[in-house]
C-alpha cells in the first residue's frame, strides 16, 4: 500500500510541480493549484479556506532548535481526509507515511525540507521558475492531514504611496490598496498624517490630467454589514473631497464603499483586520 501511494503521490507531484512557472487560479477554487492532495484525499470544505493575503507562522529548525518564522502571501488552509469505502479516515494511512510521502515528492523537485518531526510534522519550501516561494507546512493525523501554504508576495507593492509608485501600479494592474489614509475609529475623520497620501495622489491626477479615479472605500468585518457599507461609503467620499481642496475636478474622482465584502485578509486577526480596512485607487476607463 505504502509503495502504491508513493508512486500515485509523486505521479502527482510531477503535474502539480510543473504549474509552478504557471500558476492559474479560479475565482471559486479553494483547492490549491500546485501542492496537490494524496490519492483519495477528499477536501473537507467546512475546515478549509483560502485568502489572497494573510500570513502564517511556520516551524522550522535552525541550529538545532525549532524557530518560528512569520510569512505573508496568498493564503490556502486545507483539510483533507483519506477516506475508506465507508467514508471515514483510512487507519492504513499513518501520520509518518503521509509525510514521508510529501517530503519524497518534495525533495525530488528540489524543494528543501526545514522542519521536520516523526509524528507527522512537516515545513518545506518550494521555489517556482519566477522566483515565487511557496511554503508548505503538513500536519498529518492518521488517515488525515492539513496543508497550510503561503505564497509569498510583496504586500509592501500596496503600501507604496508615492505619484510614482501609483501611478506604475494603475496603469500596470488597474488598481492599488492605499494604507496610510487612516479614520478615526468608526468615523469618516481623516487622522494626522493622512494628508502625507494624499499629496501624493494630487500629484499623480495632476501630472496625469486624463486620468480618471475610482476611490474604494473597504472596512473589516466588526459591526453590521450596512453599517460597514455606509461607513466606507463616507469614507471614500471624505477622500474625493480633501481632493477637491487640492483642485481636483469631482468629475474624474468616484466615490464608492464596499463595506466589508472585499476582504484581501483574513479577518480573524488584528493584523488581518488592519489590510482590510483601506483605501484603494481603481483606474477608470
Not at 509503495?3 to 479553494?30: D, H
Request: charged share 25%.
Amino acid at each position: 500500500m505504502k509503495s502504491f501511494l508513493s508512486f500515485c503521490f509523486c505521479a502527482c507531484f510531477y503535474v502539480f510541480i510543473a504549474a509552478l512557472s504557471n500558476p492559474c487560479y479560479g475565482k471559486e477554487a479553494i483547492k490549491h493549484p500546485v501542492v496537490t492532495p494524496l490519492p483519495n484525499s477528499v477536501l473537507k470544505m467546512a475546515l478549509s479556506q483560502k485568502a489572497d493575503f494573510s500570513s502564517y507562522v511556520f516551524r522550522v529548525e535552525k541550529n538545532n532548535k525549532v524557530a518560528m518564522v512569520k510569512k505573508s502571501g496568498r493564503f490556502w488552509k486545507l483539510h483533507y481526509v483519506i477516506e475508506n469505502a465507508q467514508g471515514r479516515p483510512d487507519k492504513n494511512f499513518s501520520p509518518t507515511e503521509i509525510v514521508a510521502n510529501y517530503k519524497a515528492a518534495a525533495l525530488e523537485k528540489g524543494a528543501r525540507i526545514v522542519y521536520e518531526r516523526s509524528r507527522g510534522k512537516l515545513t518545506f519550501r518550494l521555489p517556482n521558475k519566477s522566483g515565487v516561494i511557496t511554503w508548505v507546512y503538513v500536519a498529518a493525523g492518521t488517515g488525515q492531514y492539513d496543508l497550510h501554504i503561503i505564497e509569498e508576495a510583496g504586500f509592501e507593492k500596496q503600501l507604496a504611496f508615492g505619484a510614482e509608485a501609483l501611478k506604475k501600479a494603475l496603469y500596470e494592474s488597474g488598481k492599488i490598496s492605499v494604507y496610510g489614509i487612516n479614520f478615526d475609529i468608526d468615523k469618516a475623520n481623516l487622522q494626522p498624517g493622512a494628508e502625507k497620501i494624499i499629496v501624493e495622489i494630487v500629484k499623480l491626477m495632476k501630472s496625469n490630467p486624463k486620468l480618471n479615479i475610482e476611490i474604494q472605500g473597504h472596512t473589516d468585518n466588526t459591526g453590521t454589514t450596512a453599517h460597514n457599507l455606509s461607513l466606507s461609503q463616507k469614507r471614500a467620499k471624505t477622500v474625493q473631497k480633501f481632493l477637491m481642496l487640492y483642485g481636483i475636478d469631482s468629475s474624474r474622482i468616484v466615490p464608492k464603499g464596499f463595506g466589508s465584502s472585499k476582504p484581501i485578509a483574513t479577518n480573524d486577526t488584528q493584523d488581518g483586520r488592519a489590510k482590510n480596512r483601506r483605501v484603494a485607487l481603481v483606474k477608470m476607463d
